[in-house]
Structures are given as C-alpha cells and as structure tokens.
C-alpha cells in the first residue's frame, strides 16, 4: 500500500470523536409530566441517549443519532414539546472541550504527585495515586482496599475511613459509590472531596466519631478510562463475556433487583444492555460485596451520577414508594437543603424525589434500589449538577468542579448525620 494510503488510514483510525461526526445535541423542554413521560418513553425506541435529565420546568440535553435525526424531530413536533438544538456537530463541540480543557491544563500549575487537583477533571492515575497518597499519609485513620481488579486488570480501590479501625458496633457506615457510569466525570471529585474532609481538613469531628465510611470513587474504571482515551460518551464497563464487538454492560442495571424487567435493553450494543445475568460484572459485585459485608451498620448508600441536580430514591422500577418513603424523601430534602445553602444562585435547585417518577422513565437492576432492597434503609441515586450550571459544550465548566465538590459535601454530611439520627445505635 502506497504511504500516503497508510497515513489517511491511521490518522482516521486516531481522529478523535470520529463517532459522533453526524450526531446532534438538543435542549428538551417538558411542559408537563405527561411530555416527560413521553420523552422517556421514546428513549429506547429512538436510542436516545440522555446525558441531562429534563423535569417539568428544566431542559434536558439528549443526543440523537444521525439515523434518527428526522424521526426524533417529527415525534417532538407531533407531540409538541419544545426543543432547540444545543450542538449541530456533536463532533466539532467535542474537539472544542477537548481545547478548553487543553488549554486550561497547561495554563494551571502542574499538580504535585499525590495531591487532587479540582481545577479540572483528572484521569485514573491522578485519582489513585491521590487515594494512595492519603492511605499511606493517615494511616491511622484510612484503609487502602482493593477487593479486586477491573475487567481489563486496573485495580478497583476503595478507602475505609475511620477513627476506631471500624471496630465500634455503635458507628453507623455511610458508603459513598462513585463512577459506575464511565463517562459522568464530575462524579470523582465528589468521591475525592468527601475523602479531603474526612481525612485531611476534618472541620467536623462528629461524622469521625459517629460514622465509618467507606468511599469508592471509581468503580468502573476500565469505563472511565475509556471515555479519557477513546470514547466521550461511553458508559458501560468493558467486559467482552457477552460481545467482543459490542463490549461493556450498564453496571446500573446489573444489580439483582428487578433485574432487566424494564428500562435495559437486549441489545447488546446499547448502553442501558443489563449483562447476561445479574452481576456477570466484577465492578458491580465488588458493589454489592461492600453493602453486604457492612450492612447491619450501614444507614446511607450513595451512587453518583450526573447530570440533573436530583436526589432520587426507590423504587425505580415500577415508581411505587418503599415503606421507608418518608424517611428518604426527608432526609432527601434535607441534604438537597443544604447543597441549596451552599449553592451558587445560577446553579439549578436539586429535585428530590423517586427516581423512576423524576427522571421520567423506569429502570430496574440500579445499585440504590438494590441496596434499598436488601436493607440499607437510606438509598439514593445522585445526578449532579450540569448543564445551567454553566457548560463549557458537553462538560460541566472545570471552573466549577470544586463549587460542585463543595456543596454536595455539605448535603453528604448532612445526610449522614440525619441517617445516624434515624437509624444509628448511638
Ligand atoms: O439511568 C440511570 O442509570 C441513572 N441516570 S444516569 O444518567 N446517571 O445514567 C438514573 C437512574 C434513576 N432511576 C430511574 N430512572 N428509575
Ligand atoms: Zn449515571
């Protein structure tokens, strides 16, 4: 082959967020639960792909593919909902993040190893060599865990923190998930932030006398990886049990609860596929190993996610309410109550509610239902802020990782502290 039929050949091969040339971004607008519904009913039949949630008085942010372009805007026509296109090239707003956040990295000072910068979003070595750093620096306080390796060998690691070795029967644990969806980058700095202020600048002594904790800021981290590297938007793990041509399963429908009986797919390209079986996933089962192996002490499980400002809670599958209704949704107000308070006034108010009911469609299989399930009894799904917020294209503005950090630290601690009042021994 002629060179120059090699160069075209590999320069496509690593053109980066090739496979969104042709996909285009919209605003959504529902004016009514009934065109949120319906907005979430389409969501598989036009393989959809919501990357910020709408409610009844806030735009959501969906992707559409080139094949279902026309479709997608006649349904809305038809139905009436008000959209208006936020990218006309998913591609090209792709290749400008990709400058900002360029541009911002190498005009910030470079970060000492093992410290957590929030000043833009970190790859997976900045995060563990961090997670390291503190383990190693506290000992006394902090437990470096790594119950197993990912799919593709990275190491999946968690931090135990405590004052009494997690020996004391009467400590509640709180159990803080983070990043089983690769692509929602805004969701380690929360992880790492709550590790900062429990470990490094404790200012409130209490959640270190009352509570353990147990913080896992990436549990998919081939996923995580490979939104970095490769693909933007990708979601799933990576696992290639089910397919080699289509990898990765949704870890949040992976969990057995209600497993795959609505809002997965059988197809298993598609990026809400459930697995083959309910934890066929190594990342899901170290999730699930966690709750159990803590559970007649934990009060509070924590998944996060993004985006949408929500706070949701069970069940999802068929939006019926558990019996501990009352205690989630208040709780849920309180810790959205708080971030409020800490908030910056531009910012979207958090919603609180349960999650099917909230974010418009049905999903089974979600690790906060499934740790609801068998006994946690303060259970929820966060979607963090994003869009409104200030976006620079499809991210969240880097300015405001540490802004987001710090408020939803504040919701966590107050949501700790009201799950040790209502469920703690102490
Ligand atoms: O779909 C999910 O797994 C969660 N949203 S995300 O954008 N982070 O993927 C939300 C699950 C909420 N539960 C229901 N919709 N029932
Ligand atoms: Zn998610």
């Known amino acids: 082959m002629k060179n120059w039929v090699w160069i075209l050949l590999v320069s496509a091969a690593f053109a980066k967020h090739e496979e969104y040339a042709g996909w285009k971004s919209y605003f959504v607008a529902p004016t009514t639960q009934e065109q949120l519904e319906f907005l979430g009913s389409i969501r598989d039949v036009l393989d959809l792909d919501y ?40 591609k090209k707003q792709l290749d400008n993040d990709d400058e900002q956040i360029e541009a911002r990295r190498s005009s910030l000072r470079s970060t000492p190893e093992g410290e957590m910068p929030y000043d833009n979003y970190q790859p997976l070595d900045v995060i563990y060599n961090y997670i390291d750093k503190v383990a190693e620096q506290y000992p006394d306080v902090v437990t470096l865990v790594t ?148 559970l007649d002490r934990m009060v509070m499980y924590l998944s996060m996610h993004s985006y949408g400002s929500m706070i949701l809670y069970s069940w999802g599958h068929d939006g019926s309410l558990s019996n501990q209704a009352f205690s989630l949704h208040s709780v849920g107000i309180s810790m959205a109550d708080a971030i409020y308070e800490n908030s910056l006034p531009h910012f979207p108010r958090y919603s609180v509610g349960n999650s099917r009911l909230v974010v418009g469609y049905a999903a089974s299989g979600i690790s906060a239902d499934y740790a609801h399930a068998v006994g946690v009894p303060l259970s929820y799904t966060y979607e963090l802020p994003g869009f409104g917020g200030g976006f620079v294209g499809f991210h969240l503005n880097p300015r405001y990782i540490k802004q987001v950090a710090e408020e939803t630290w504040e919701g966590i601690a107050v949501g700790a502290k009201r799950a040790g009042a209502l469920f703690g021994n102490q």
Not at 163 to 178: G, M, R
Not at 209 to 232: C, Q
Not at 275 to 291: A, K, L, M, Y
């Open 147 to 294: 119950p197993a390796n990912s799919f593709e060998g990275y190491p999946i690691k968690y931090l135990k923190i405590s004052s009494s070795n997690f020996e004391d029967p009467t400590k509640s644990v709180i159990f803080i998930e983070s990043t089983i969806h690769a692509r929602e980058w805004i969701a380690p700095p929360t992880a790492t932030y709550a590790i900062h202020k429990l470990v490094e600048n404790l200012t409130d002594p209490e959640l270190l006398e009352k509570f353990d904790w147990i913080i896992l800021p990436v549990a998919n981290p081939d996923g995580y990886v490979f939104s970095f590297e490769t693909s933007r938007f990708w979601r799933k793990t990576r696992s290639t049990e089910f397919s080699t041509s289509c990898p990765g399963v949704d870890g949040n429908r992976n969990f057995d609860f209600f497993w795959n009986t609505i809002g997965t797919s059988s197809n298993l390209c598609a990026d809400n596929y459930a697995g083959g079986r309910p934890f066929s996933e190594v990342e899901t089962r170290v999730v699930r190993d966690i709750i159990h192996e803590h």
């Open 51 to 90: 990357l910020s949630y709408a409610t009844v008085d806030r735009n959501g942010l969906v992707l559409v593919k080139p094949e279902h372009q026309e479709e997608f805007i006649s349904t809305l026509n038809n139905q009436g909902i008000n959209y208006r296109v936020h990218a006309e090239d998913v």
